[in-house]
């Protein structure tokens, strides 16, 4: 079993920055990949950016070359970051993070980003 545990998230105006962070926690051995997907209203969820076991990312066209997807370890557990520089109304979205393990997908709760005009 693996918990994940998002933070970060909040109100900024456009232009300014934030960063999510999202640890994971428990059987945290052979997790393939964690990344962010959001949702904004009336909309489906979809693909912020990822980053597998092996430090390859991906990134939605979207938020490319403004989003950065980290990662770190320590014993404990896993930290997935998503810094985001340059934000647009566009952004606002609950973000989810989401830890894959095997055949398994874990999803956190969410934190919502708006992004102020």
């Known amino acids: 079993q693996v918990q994940v545990v998002e933070s970060g998230g909040g109100l900024v105006q456009a232009g300014g920055s934030l960063r999510l962070s999202c640890a994971a926690f428990?059987?945290?051995?052979?997790?393939?990949?964690m990344g962010w997907y959001r949702q904004a209203p009336g909309q489906e969820r979809e693909l912020v950016a990822t980053?597998?076991?092996?430090?390859?990312?991906?990134?939605a066209d979207s938020v490319k070359g403004r989003f950065t997807i980290t990662i770190s370890r320590d014993s404990s557990k896993k930290t997935v970051y998503l810094q985001m520089n340059s934000l647009k109304p566009e952004d606002t979205a609950v973000y989810y993070c989401?830890?894959?393990?095997?055949?398994?997908?874990?999803w956190g709760k969410g934190t919502l980003v708006t992004v102020s005009s």
């Open positions: 989401q830890v894959q393990r095997y055949a398994v997908i874990y």
């Open positions: 980053i597998a076991s092996g430090g390859s990312t991906n990134y």
């Open positions: 428990g059987s945290i051995f052979s997790i393939n990949t």
